[in-house]
């Protein structure tokens, strides 16, 4: 999997409070959607804006590193953003498996996200998360699967979270991270994951929680590129030494592809390898080197 990391703050109503959302984006652009400025992409490196009623504003930075061996394919994330109602955030992760079988893993991911941005306004979905990886799911016809997380902010600051995987979310208030996600998995290294195949997990598979977001706080979210290779509290550290979404979102991805390119780097990827009784062979050990989380 790569390292995807994308950036979002929003300002709910009058109060300047700030979400900042990251994850990576490692693949051309797919599309975007100008219906209440929804944007639709595995992008590069950007910066955009984009607003609805109410006084929520959401500026948005990414920024691309593709996994080295996957660069020619653009890599296997995709994301939508949309400003509907308190705004709308969502990354997918296409299992990198599917390359075995001659499956461009990165197709069903980008499908899933295009299909949750299209219907993030339908009615049926009630604004409810995980209705609405239901109803992508369903419309998705590209053969392989994917993590997935979709965030709602109400206009009220309560954020509804449905995540399938190891996508994961955090929320940062006052240098502290003070609500995480947790990563569903059958076993190391095999996260739960959406599918084309029955054998997959479905909506009703999905962790759903909600939190209450207040004034000044900072919500992260990415794949498990970001967060194998990211300890908690450098990401802490590197949050609250941004101001501008864009530059924030570039570093946490530049740390993140950095370390997961040292061999000596003990990070939460490897460190958890060691829990779970997985780590590289002796000579190896030898030499210094270490699981690293760029897969």
């Known amino acids: 999997m790569e390292s995807p990391l994308f950036k979002l703050c929003s300002s709910i109503s009058c109060t300047k ?40 504003f959401l500026s948005i930075g990414t920024h691309l590193i593709p996994h080295p061996n996957k660069v020619e394919k653009g890599g296997e994330d995709a994301f939508f953003i949309s400003s509907y109602k308190g705004g709308v ?35 049926e979905v009630q604004y409810d998360p995980r209705t609405l990886i239901k109803k992508a799911h369903a419309a998705t016809s590209s053969t392989g699967s994917a993590t997935a997380i979709v965030a709602m902010l109400e206009r009220n600051g309560t954020m509804k979270i449905a995540n399938v995987g190891d996508c994961g979310l955090h929320v940062v208030r006052k240098g502290q991270i003070v609500f995480s996600t947790s990563p569903q ?11 084309s195949e029955a054998v997959g997990q479905t909506y009703l598979d999905a962790t759903v929680t909600t939190v209450e977001i207040m004034e000044g706080d900072t919500v992260v979210m990415g794949s498990d590129g970001l967060f194998d290779n990211v300890f908690a509290r450098e990401i802490i550290s590197v949050v609250g030494s941004y101001n501008n979404s864009a530059d924030a979102a570039k570093a946490l991805a530049n740390l993140a592809y950095d370390h997961s390119q040292n061999s000596k780097f003990d990070s939460p990827y490897s460190q958890e390898a060691r829990a779970r009784d997985f780590d590289v062979p002796w000579w190896k050990k030898i030499m210094g080197m270490k699981l690293t989380g760029m897969k």
Not at 31 to 55: F, T
């Open 185 to 195: 998995e059958h076993y190391f290294d095999c996260p739960y994951q959406l599918s």
């Open 89 to 123: 955030i969502a990354v997918a992760d296409g299992v990198s498996g599917w390359a075995e079988r001659d499956v461009n893993p990165a197709l069903f991911s980008r499908e899933l996200m295009a299909h949750a941005s299209n219907l993030v306004e339908d009615e």
């Open 17 to 56: 409070t700030f979400l900042q959302p990251i994850s990576t984006v490692n693949s051309p652009k797919l599309h975007s959607i100008n219906k209440r400025k929804k944007l639709v992409c595995s992008a590069p490196s950007d910066s955009n804006s984009v607003c609805s009623g109410g006084g929520v």
